[in-house]
């Protein structure tokens, strides 16, 4: 499942995984739709080619877990998400 309606599944996902350009909506308001969708949302990993001190200050202000700058190794993401994960 995509976006918000992923939360309200059986199984809710144990991670999200958001790139911030989406189409049609800012990854902001996305996240803002998953924090509404469920108080206790999944940690947010968020997908970005643009990694900035802006960026990182709006994340961490969404409560978003981390970001990680595309592109990246597969071995990374499986690594930051097992890192955020263990939290």
Same mark, same amino acid.
């Given at each position: 499942?995509? &976006?918000?309606?992923?939360? %309200?599944?059986?199984?809710?996902?144990?991670?999200?995984?958001?790139? +911030?350009?989406?189409? &049609?909506?800012? &990854?902001?308001?996305m996240?803002e739709q998953?924090?509404?969708?469920?108080?206790?949302?999944?940690p947010i990993?968020?997908?970005? %080619?643009?990694?900035?001190?802006v960026?990182?200050?709006? %994340?961490?202000?969404? &409560?978003? %877990?981390?970001v990680?700058?595309?592109?990246?190794p597969?071995?990374?993401?499986?690594?930051?998400?097992?890192?955020? +994960?263990?939290?």
């Amino acid at each position: 499942a995509r &976006g918000p309606a992923a939360l %309200a599944a059986d199984t809710p996902p144990a991670v999200v995984l958001l790139d +911030l350009q989406l189409p &049609g909506m800012s &990854g902001e308001c996305m996240i803002e739709q998953l924090h509404a969708a469920a108080p206790h949302a999944p940690p947010i990993i968020v997908l970005s %080619a643009k990694r900035d001190q802006v960026l990182e200050a709006v %994340a961490a202000m969404h &409560g978003v %877990a981390t970001v990680l700058p595309k592109p990246f190794p597969v071995d990374d993401l499986l690594c930051t998400i097992s890192h955020v +994960l263990a939290r």
